[in-house]
Nanobody
Framework: VQLQASGGGLVQPGGSLRLSCAAS????????MGWYRQAPGKRRELVAT???????DYVDSVKGRFTISRDNAKNTVFLQMNNLRPEDTAVYYC?????????WGQGTQVTVSS
């Protein structure tokens, strides 16, 4: 399984970005999909997850600003990020779990700066 992430970029504080991550390859039954992020000098942080039945979870710092969704027919997960803050600056990594493996995308840079 390969994951291809896209949608990062440079945005001003208060702006929005939408990340996408498409899975391809030997896909049988992807369970949880989600996004991590890692800022310079910081540990990788779980940002949002979505299960195969659509249940979602978010880290407290993005609740009310980020929305995770998925298109199961296209094996794609999205992260809509609104009201972005400088502290959201990081490399964002998507992942997908298909038992017994976890697969990772290549990372996409999000920079929030004026």
């Amino acid at each position: 399984v390969q994951l291809q992430a896209s949608g990062g970029g440079l945005v001003q504080p208060g702006g929005s970005l939408r990340l996408s991550c498409a899975a391809s390859g030997s896909i049988f039954n992807i369970d949880t999909m989600g996004w991590y992020r890692q800022a310079p000098g910081k540990r990788r942080e779980l940002v949002a997850t979505i299960s195969s039945d659509g249940s979602t979870d978010y880290v407290d710092s993005v609740k009310g600003r980020f929305t995770i969704s998925r298109d199961n027919a296209k094996n794609t997960v999205f992260l809509q990020m609104n009201n972005l803050r400088p502290e959201d600056t990081a490399v964002y990594y998507c992942y997908a779990k298909q038992w017994p493996m976890t697969y990772w995308g290549q990372g996409t840079q999000v920079t929030v700066s004026s």
